[in-house]
Structure formats: structure tokens, C-alpha cells
């Protein structure tokens, strides 16, 4: 591993990778101007402990992403038609999920980058059914990727790796410790953070039933736990008793909740949402006395429930948006490791 020569932190694999982030950190923060000409390959070498193999490589590679360009016999100078956030870019990368649900994903992962300077850049293959890694292909020139969407599996990831580019997984998966994603502890407070503040005070004290339609991953777990926190911190009673995992819409389960263990608040996460509809469209003679409820919901907000009946008190953006902020600053701490 070679060492950074701006900040001593050891630098990632490969080598070449290590100069090139270096590099372009160094146009981003005005250090080597458009025009301006950069160290020799021998200077380059020496200051960051690199082969001069290595130095060339990058070199070539930071050539042909536009960034710099060779003069013959005078060496490499910065690109004089750089623009800001053309040279520095992150990709979100979202796999087989409509977008049109994800929008306060999309909203943190552009906020950060555009925060640090980086152009994001959705990659979504919902439409087209084409694979993320052929996209991919096509475009490379990418800085870092925050991975988010449906089947983020070990080969999904390992194919990605390929292409030496950082990346940080969105959420908390069961995935192999060689990916980096995002901890469990910030998963789980970003969710208690949020709930905090949008559990209304009239909850306090009363018996809440909490219906789940997912759960199986490690991801839905944290979240899960960040649920039971949030609400014991409001002094909210949630008992195991009354948190439910669906397989189904819930019907059965929200049943049981409602008529024997006599619950004064719901709290619906995911597909248990249609079977409380469904119960109070069988049993409408009930409404009048149906609980509190909530709908958590980490993609969408309440125009997505505008044309349901109004069953429901309060929708919750539990912590999609929260989440991808925290997953997103996690990528910037690799690509840009903090000095000293």
C-alpha cells in the first residue's frame, strides 16, 4: 500500500488508483490548475512512493478520462476545458428499482455530492433491464458508487469491485465482510433519529402495534431495531407481542392485534398496508373505533397514498433519505480521507 503524500493515510489498492484519487483531489482543490503543468513522473514516484510503472499507468488513465493531457517531450499538463464536476463524479447506482419511488434516496445522495463538489449521476436499469456492470462499461469514469436497490448480492458486487472504483453499499446487507456498507449502528440511528421526531405526543403511553411486511435481511432488521428504539425512547409501549412480521398483506395479523391484544396505535411497514385496508373494507362498521395509524415508508411520501382512503393518520419517511446522507458521507471518507 503506498502512502498519500498530502495527508500520510494509507491510500487503497491498487497502486495506480492511489495517484490517480490523489490527482484529481488536487485539480478539485485549485492545487494544479487548468493549463497548469504537473510533477514529472520521476517527482510523482518519489513523493508518493510509486513505481514509475505505476506513475505512467495512472498517468495514461487520468489521460483518457480528460482529465490531463500529454505534450511530448514537456510531460503531462491539467486539461485547459475542464468544467467543475466533470472530472469528479459519483454514480447511484439503483438496481431493478423504479425510481420514481426513490426520490428522497436520490435527494441525500445528491445533496452530499454536491456538497463536496462531485457530480452524482443515477444509473438505473428499472426501464431498460440492462445490467448495472454493462452500463458501467460504457461509463467508468467514476470517482466512487453508493449501491442501492433490490438483489445487492455478493456476485452483483464482486462484479462491480472489478472495475476499481470505491464504492460504499446503501443500508446493512447480508453481504460478505469484503464490501464496505453502512454500519449497523448508523443504520439503526438514523431510523430512531427520525421516528423520534415524527412520533406525535398523543402516542405516549399507549399500546402500539407494529406490522412488518419484510424482514428477512439484515438491512430490514437494523431498521426493525431502530423501530423498537425510537418508540421506547417516546415512551411508546411496543411488547414483542405486538410486532408482527407478515408473510402476506398482514390481514391476520392486524386482526389478532386489533380485536385481542385491543391496540390503540399501528404502525405499518410495507406490504401490511393492503391487509389493514382490507380489514377495515370487510368490517366497515369498525372504523369509527380503528387505531392510530402510521405508515413508515423509506421511498415514498404522501402523495403516493392520495388516492387510498383516508385510514391512516400519518405518513413517516422512516429513513431512506437519512440513511443515504449517512452512506454517502461514508463514501466521502474514503475518497477524500481527512488530513493529518
Known sequence: MAKSGNNGNQAFAPLYLTLMLALKKAVHDGEYR??????????????????????????????????????PGSGYYVSSTLRPGYFHRIAYILNDVNPMFCSQTTDGVFQVSYGYGFEPVMLNNYWSRESISKMLEQDSNFDGMVI??????????????RLQ?????????????????????????????????????????????????????????????????????????????????????????????????????????????????????????????RPYCLVASSLCGEEAFALLPKLFDKIILSSGRALAIATTEKLFARILPPDG
Do not use: W
Open 34 to 71: 487548468p493549463g497548469q503543468r504537473l510533477p514529472s513522473v520521476r517527482d510523482l514516484a518519489a513523493q508518493y512512493g510509486l513505481d514509475r510503472n505505476v506513475v505512467h499507468y495512472a498517468l495514461r488513465h487520468l489521460a483518457v478520462a480528460g482529465l490531463i493531457f500529454a505534450r
Open 148 to 161: 442501492n436497490g433490490h438483489h445487492i448480492t455478493d456476485k452483483f458486487l464482486d462484479d462491480l469491485a
Open 165 to 289: 472504483i470505491l464504492y460504499m453499499v446503501f443500508g446493512y446487507r447480508d453481504i460478505a465482510a469484503r464490501h464496505p456498507q453502512m454500519p449497523s449502528d448508523h443504520a439503526v440511528q438514523a431510523v430512531r433519529e427520525k421516528l423520534c421526531a415524527a412520533f406525535p405526543d398523543q402516542l405516549r403511553g399507549l399500546r402500539m402495534g407494529c406490522l412488518f411486511g419484510y424482514g428477512d435481511s439484515l438491512s430490514d432488521r437494523m431498521c426493525l431495531e431502530g423501530f423498537r428504539q425510537a418508540a421506547a425512547d417516546r415512551g411508546i409501549s411496543t411488547g414483542p407481542e405486538l410486532i408482527c412480521h407478515c408473510d402476506n398483506d398482514g390481514y391476520n395479523e392486524f386482526k389478532r392485534l386489533f380485536e385481542r391484544e385491543r391496540i390503540e396505535a399501528v404502525l405499518l411497514y410495507g406490504d401490511p398496508l393492503r391487509g389493514y385496508l382490507r380489514y377495515f373494507q370487510d368490517h366497515p362498521d369498525k372504523v369509527a373505533a
